[in-house]
Structure formats: structure tokens, C-alpha cells
């Protein structure tokens, strides 16, 4: 839950122009929002998480001046804060994100952005309102650096276009290191809900598809009978609206001699040429994954991506947020990969 990628500095604004806040420690990716948007050079004004010690990862931003507070609303009440930052337990981000969206200030929660379409329906309407931004920290692309680094590569065209995408997504349960709602459904929304948001907005993002059907999903708990609520395997397949095809594995069995959290792995097939993106290891070899495998027309190559690329998504972002543009993320892409992980998760709960 606490995975962290190393972040160089990549300041894109003066000290102090981007002011934001950390909250809801619930989900350790909130350390990896934090630092992100950190190292683009936004400011840390405030942290709220009440469980002090979650907030040791972030000791040097308190002594740097990141000013600790006991109540939310201290946060929302301050007109110089432009975002507040979050990764509340699933089925609570969105109530706490249209608090923010209320008093002025854009939103970037933690994946799934939402449990349910009633919660997305709200955020749709709020947004269009108060023509504030909600933006959801999909980590699996904008947090690794091969991931983001074959879409740059499939937007020049080195693979033509994109006809199929095949991602495997394994994780480690570590049981017993998990809070409680990490095991009852009605707070994490189901396994294609939750990680499935991950590998739908890389279908979106690869494909530069807007909209998908989904053909087939499928859940299951078939090996923690201990935990009822858990889902612990999850699949779906999707056509999506430029006529590819996508299919995503999901699942809480990254075997215990893995050294890493999980072999996250994607295959985009296009019509010039393929590649195959090892995210977080390379099996059997050293120095880790971060590594894109290209073949086209012209090349057979390995691609390094580690500590070459950083993590421009979060730079952009900040941008967005003082520009007023869209050029990390538009908000239709962000809630439409939530929407068909949760349109997924609604057939294979059906099934």
C-alpha cells in the first residue's frame, strides 16, 4: 500500500505559486500524490490525517512548514489553498471531494475515484457547476515510468494503431498488514472498481478510445475463504469505441518469491508493430523492470525507462490547475475510466 517510486525535483511553478493540501491517509498512495505534486514544485500548506503515525513518510514536509491540523474545514476555509490532495477509504472519497469542490478548490483523490455511478453522477453534476477539477491519481501510468513512456511512444506512431491491449495486473494481499475495509466490499467497491480503474484508463489512454462495451467480466475469492468480502481474482474484456480490443487480469496472488509488490505487465498490439511493458521487474534479471520492449517495422529493442522519464503527468497537472486547461488529463477521461471499471464490476457481480 505504500509503494513509492523515487521523484526527482521537476519544479514547473516559482515557490509558493501552487499551494495544496494532504489528507485521509487511508491508502498509501497518498504519499506518492503528495510527493509528485512536491517535486513539480507545488507547496505543502497543510496535512490532515488524525492517526499520527501515518504521518512519519512526510516528517521533513511538516519541519519544512506543512502545518498539521485537526480539522478539515481549516483547510477548505482557506482561500490561498488551490487543491487538496487525498486517499480516503474508497466509498468516502467522493463525499469528500464535493466538500472540496464546494469551497473552491480542485480535488485529486487516490483510484477509485468512486463506488458507485449514483457517487459518479454527483461528481458529473458538481463539476459542472462549480467548474472545479476532480482528478484521480491513476499511479499504474502516471506513476511509473515505461507506462507513460509507451504512450508517448504509441501517440508518435511507432506501433501504428492500436488494435489490442492486454494488461495483468497481479498484487500482494499481505492479509494480515491490511486495514479492515480493505476487506468488505460496500467500502472498496470490488476488484474491478478498484485496481480495474487502473488498467481501464490505460485502455482509454493507449487506444485514445472516449468509450467502451464491456463483453465480459468476471469476480471471484478463490483462495481466502477467511475473507469473504475480498475479491482476490477479477477479469473483463472490452470493445472499445476505436474498434480495439482490451482485456484486463486482476488479482491478489503475486507469489511470496516475487521481489516486487506486482509483475504488472502490458501488451499493446498494433497494426506497424507490438510492445510489451514490464513494469516493475524483469524476472530473473537484474535491475528491476521500468522496461519497454518495442518490435516494429524498423527496430527490435529494449527500452530502459528507469529514472530517464520522471513523472511529467504531475507537473502538467499543476499547470492544468492554475491554467485552467486540460493537457495532463481532460476530466471526461478521468471519470469515464471510473465508469467502466464500475459498469464492469456491475456485469460480474451480475454473473
Given at each position: 500500500m505504500n509503494y513509492l517510486p523515487a521523484m526527482q525535483p521537476a519544479p514547473v511553478v516559482e515557490h509558493g505559486e501552487f499551494v495544496f493540501a494532504s489528507t485521509h491517509f487511508d491508502h498509501g498512495h497518498i504519499y506518492g500524490q503528495t510527493r509528485g505534486l512536491v517535486n513539480a514544485g507545488g507547496v505543502c500548506r497543510y496535512i490532515y490525517e488524525p492517526r499520527a503515525d501515518k504521518l512519519e513518510p512526510l516528517r521533513d514536509l511538516i519541519q519544512a512548514g506543512a502545518k498539521v491540523v485537526d480539522s478539515f474545514d481549516e483547510?477548505?476555509?482557506?482561500?490561498?489553498?488551490?487543491?487538496?490532495t487525498s486517499a480516503a477509504i474508497p466509498n468516502e472519497r467522493a463525499g469528500i471531494g464535493l466538500r472540496v469542490l464546494d469551497a473552491g478548490k480542485d480535488y485529486f483523490t487516490d483510484k477509485s475515484p468512486f463506488t458507485t455511478l449514483d457517487q459518479l453522477e454527483q461528481a458529473r453534476t458538481k463539476v459542472a457547476s462549480t467548474h472545479r477539477k476532480y482528478m484521480v491519481c491513476y499511479s499504474e501510468r502516471l506513476c511509473s515510468e515505461s507506462a507513460w513512456q509507451a504512450g508517448v511512444l504509441i501517440h508518435q506512431g511507432v506501433i501504428g494503431r492500436v488494435l489490442q491491449i492486454l494488461n495483468l495486473a497481479p498484487h500482494n494481499l499481505a492479509a494480515a498488514s491490511r486495514p479492515d475495509w480493505f476487506f468488505r466490499k460496500e467500502c472498496y467497491g470490488g476488484i474491478i472498481t478498484d485496481i480495474g480503474s487502473h488498467q481501464f484508463e490505460q485502455f482509454l489512454a493507449y487506444s485514445g478510445a472516449t468509450d467502451a462495451t464491456i463483453n465480459f467480466a468476471r469476480v471471484a475469492n478463490f483462495g481466502n475463504p477467511a475473507y469473504p468480502g475480498l475479491e482476490d481474482f477479477g477479469e473483463a474484456s472490452l470493445t472499445l469505441n476505436t474498434g480495439a480490443s482490451a482485456y484486463s487480469r486482476l488479482d491478489w496472488f503475486n507469489p511470496k518469491a516475487s521481489r516486487t509488490w506486482g509483475d504488472g505487465r502490458t501488451f499493446i498490439l498494433g497494426d506497424k508493430g507490438y510492445?510489451?511493458?514490464?513494469?516493475?521487474?524483469?524476472?530473473?534479471?537484474?535491475?528491476?523492470?521500468?522496461?519497454?520492449?518495442?518490435?516494429n517495422d524498423e527496430v527490435e529493442a529494449e527500452i530502459g525507462c528507469d529514472g530517464k522519464i520522471g513523472f511529467p503527468f504531475f507537473g502538467q497537472f499543476i499547470l492544468d490547475v492554475l491554467n485552467r486547461t486540460e493537457n495532463a488529463m481532460t476530466q471526461a477521461h478521468a471519470f469515464k475510466a471510473a465508469e467502466l471499471s464500475m459498469q464492469a464490476q456491475a456485469v460480474a457481480d451480475r454473473l
Open positions: 483547510i477548505l476555509d482557506d482561500p490561498g489553498v488551490h487543491l487538496v510492445m510489451e511493458l514490464r513494469k516493475n521487474i524483469d524476472v530473473t534479471r537484474e535491475g528491476g523492470g521500468n522496461k519497454i520492449f518495442l518490435v
